[in-house]
Structure formats: structure tokens, C-alpha cells
């Protein structure tokens, strides 16, 4: 068994969001998953398991310290680590969540391109108490938000509260309690929280606190990112369909670029699309 090490979202090694991406994880049990995962130490590392079908997987994923219904960036990895071991979309997998349809191409400069389906998105209220808790563990107020992108919980495989901000320069301050926001997401069932600034109309910036995997922050994520664009669509708050670019990582030097394409179908899935670097040294964690 070896795990392979991709950085997703850019095409430098230096850039995105780290996946460690198992092919074929035949016989493992959660048990051994959680201590791999745990040993590899990024946000998260995908599982997969060919199911005898072509481009079948079931597909389960660990951070450090949980398991997770579902991980964006690591599936671009896994999307663009099959490609280059010569299994090419269209494939399946079927994750906690749901299932969720990879494709692969080759893009500009002939770098492979994953492009994930989300399951079905929504957003529910976020409770006023819990926007206090959030507010007062990020060191925020609410005269930091930005009034045009009302605070919600959305969901597109995994929950995510989004708070946008008016201000870029309140992302790049970004500095938070990481236990008691710990502690509110793991009472919520919140996976990361989505912080956001609105550029323009479909440019946005983004950070992502993940204490729940024992992760300060995401580098770069596609699940949020879906979310993301779920919540624009159903506030109608972008006009679709329409493609958002969404930055993220550069507050932290790993500099993350996510294409999400949002289609007119309130039940339709969102789609979300990046490239993939290898790691070296690659399969530097070999499991015996």
C-alpha cells in the first residue's frame, strides 16, 4: 500500500492544498485508514477502493484526526493521480455523502484537469447564538461582514458556515482561537468554516479554519468551494450559470486558484475544477 502525494489546485508542488491519495486501499479498516492519515498529516487523505466496475471507487476520507463524508481537494488529487496512472474519467465515486462523478481532460500547457460533480447543495439559518460564538473565536465583529452575503450553513457533501467579509485585508488578519472554534464545530457537525471576500461579481477570496482535522487551515477547498457556490445560487446572488474563480492560500504562501461552475438547476450539483502536482518525494510513506 502506498500513498501518493499531490498538491491540488495549482501546478507547482509548493502551491494548494496537500492530499495524500491511496489507489487501491483493498482490505484496510478504518482503523488503519485514521493511523495512515494520522501519519501523513495533511487536511486529508483519500481511500480508494476499485469496486470491479471501470472507473468505480468507493472513496472514504481521514484527516489527522477524523473521518470526513467528503473532501474536494483530495478528490482532484485522486481525480488527477488516477489519470497519470492511466485510469481517465468519467469516473464514479461513491463517498459518505453521496455520489459524486470525477472527470479528467488534459488543459493548457497539457496539464491534467479533475473536475468534480458535488451532490445536491443547500444552506439552512445560522443560529444567531452560534454567529456570536463564530464572530467572538475569529476576533471578529459584525461590523467586519459584509451585508450584501448574509451569514449561512451550506452544504454540498460536507457543512460549512460561510461568513463573507467586506474588507480583503480582514482575511490576511486572520487569527483565531483554535479550541473554542474547535469545540462549536465539533458540537455542529461543521466540517470547516468558509471565510470569504467578493471581489467582483465571480472573483472571490477565501480562507478555511478546519480545528475539527487537527488543521489550523485548508490551503485550498473544493468541498467549501461547492458550498460556496450553492449558497450564491440559492440567494440568488450570482446570475447562473456562471463560473466562479475562488483564490485561496495566498494569506498562507500556498497560493490556490478553484474554477466553480455553478448551473441553473437549483437540484443540479456543483462542479469544481483545478489541477493537481505531484509531491516529492513521492510514496515517500509506504504502510508494510
Known sequence: ?????????????????PAGVVLDA????????QRVAADVGYSETAFLTPTGAPGAFDVRYFSPLAEVPFCGHATIASGVALAEHGTWGPLRFATAAGRV?????????????????????????????????????????????????????????????VLAVHRRSRLARLDYAFDRLGVLMAARGWTTIALVHRENETV??????????????DPATGAAAAALGGYLRELALV?????????????????????????????????????????TPEGAHRER
Open 1 to 17: 500500500m502506498e500513498v501518493l502525494r499531490y498538491a491540488a489546485f495549482t501546478t507547482e508542488p509548493s502551491g494548494g492544498n
Open 26 to 33: 483493498t482490505g484496510m479498516t478504518a482503523d488503519e485508514m
Open 101 to 161: 462523478p470525477v472527470g479528467t481532460d488534459v488543459g493548457e500547457g497539457g496539464r491534467i484537469v479533475a473536475t468534480l460533480v458535488s451532490v445536491a447543495p443547500r444552506t439552512e439559518p445560522l443560529a444567531p447564538d452560534d454567529l456570536t460564538e463564530l464572530l467572538a473565536s475569529l476576533g471578529w465583529d459584525v461590523d467586519d461582514l459584509d451585508p450584501a452575503l448574509p451569514p449561512r450553513v451550506a452544504y454540498a457533501g460536507a457543512w460549512h458556515p
Open 204 to 217: 472571490f477570496h477565501a480562507r478555511n479554519p478546519f480545528p475539527p482535522g487537527g488543521v489550523v487551515e
Open 239 to 279: 446570475t447562473p450559470p456562471v463560473m466562479l474563480t475562488v483564490h485561496q492560500g495566498d494569506d498562507l504562501g500556498r497560493p490556490g486558484l478553484l474554477r466553480v461552475d455553478v448551473p441553473r438547476d437549483p437540484a443540479t450539483g456543483i462542479s469544481v475544477s483545478g489541477t493537481a502536482a505531484r509531491m
